[in-house]
């Protein structure tokens, strides 16, 4: 097939975050990464800790899943409420539960984490 007109695309399609990366759980009492949309696998060796810093992007996507429970929970906590009755918490205290953040404009345009589903956390 012949190419007609203009010129090609050459930039990556799925740049600035449409694709999700795997992100590396950032083990016991860190931050995790917000740089860009993607997964954390979470696995835990006792009762563990992170936080998580207000998106970097409108439309970042963030998923969480505990993948490996061995020990422990791990609670996150969020810079701000992520949804409507206010939770800034996050526990993933069973394998398989996971929670999907997207980011949004909130007041003063202000960029938050909004929750786009939960399967098995507990919110507070």
């Not at 439309?59 to 020990?71: N, W």
Request: proline share 2%; aromatic share 4%; hydrophobic share 40%.
């Amino acid at each position: 097939m012949a190419y007609a007109g203009g010129k090609r695309q050459v930039e990556d399609i799925y740049s600035r975050g449409s694709e999700l990366d795997q992100i590396a759980d950032p083990g016991h009492a860190a931050a995790i990464d917000v740089s860009r949309s993607g997964e954390v696998q979470i696995v835990t060796a006792a009762a563990e800790t992170n936080t998580l810093a207000i998106p970097t992007f409108v439309g970042q996507r963030l998923i969480l899943t505990m993948k490996t429970r061995a020990v422990g929970d791990r609670v996150i906590t969020v810079a701000s409420a992520f949804n409507a009755s206010g939770n800034t918490q996050i526990t993933l205290d069973t394998a398989g539960d996971s929670i999907c953040l997207e980011a949004c404009h909130g007041s003063a345009g202000v960029l938050k984490w909004n929750q786009a589903w939960t399967n098995g956390p507990t919110l507070a």
